[in-house]
């Protein structure tokens, strides 16, 4: 079975700062690794994903991941954040079963200060 | 860009009584659906997964005959909440995932059920 665990469930961050949000998921078999971002009573919007090939990954926003398969991590990275990426960021696992099934965390609020 | 919609985004009724909620496809075609249910500050919660023409995989704890899923064409699949109670109040989001994609899902912006 598949588990996602997000370590933090806030992050405050003052702006300009870098941030991490940190990911850690289970799964017996190989993975499909997402990050989306929900604002304020809105849908979820996908930041980035990994499916194979690079363990790097670069999304929309300035916005970054890096596959660990060892440590079985997907840590969310951004340089310099603005106000405007305060909102609620979930990671996500799909092993492809189940017609692509996917398994959400907790969830992290990111919370950027002026 | 796939747009997934929702309607109604929002709705009160009264306990007792049954609520429709509409997931569409606008652009696309999505041969699987999935509805997920989200508390207050919580996450997402997979509640089914529809797959048009066939019966709806309820997750474990769902119970099916409250939470009735109708995946009639490759565009729409419906959730009604039946004889809803206050518990029942919450965020429900679709997803609808690109026939022949692979992994590739949308979103709708959810809709907000509160029973009275």
């Known amino acids: 079975a598949q588990s996602v665990t997000q370590l933090d469930s806030q992050v405050p961050v003052f702006e300009e700062a870098p941030v991490e949000l940190r990911c850690n998921y289970s799964s017996s078999v190989s993975v499909y690794l997402f990050w989306y971002v929900q604002y304020p009573n809105q849908g979820l919007q996908l930041l980035l994903k990994y499916l194979s090939g690079s363990t790097l990954v670069k999304g929309i926003n300035g916005f970054e991941a890096e596959f660990n398969k060892s440590q079985t991590s997907f840590h969310l990275r951004k340089p310099s954040v603005h106000i405007s990426d305060t909102a609620e960021y979930f990671c996500?696992?799909?092993?492809?079963?189940?017609?692509?099934?996917?398994?959400f965390g907790a969830g992290t609020r990111l919370f950027v200060k002026a | 860009g796939a747009v997934v919609s929702q309607h109604p985004s929002w709705v009160i009724c009264k306990s007792g009584t049954s609520v429709k909620i509409e997931c569409r496809s606008l652009?696309?075609?999505?041969?699987?659906m999935f509805w997920y249910r989200q508390f207050p500050k919580q996450s997402l919660m997979l509640m089914a997964t529809s797959n048009e023409g066939s019966k709806a995989t309820y997750e474990q704890g769902v119970e099916k005959d409250k939470f009735l899923i109708n995946h009639a064409s490759l565009t729409l699949s419906t959730l009604t909440v039946t004889s809803a109670h206050p518990e029942d109040s919450s965020f429900y989001i679709c997803s609808a995932r690109v026939a022949g994609s692979g992994y590739e899902q949308y979103f709708g912006p959810g809709t907000r059920l509160t029973v009275t």
């Open positions: 996500a696992v799909s092993d492809g079963t189940g017609g692509f099934k996917t398994i």
């Open positions: 652009d696309f075609q999505a041969t699987t």
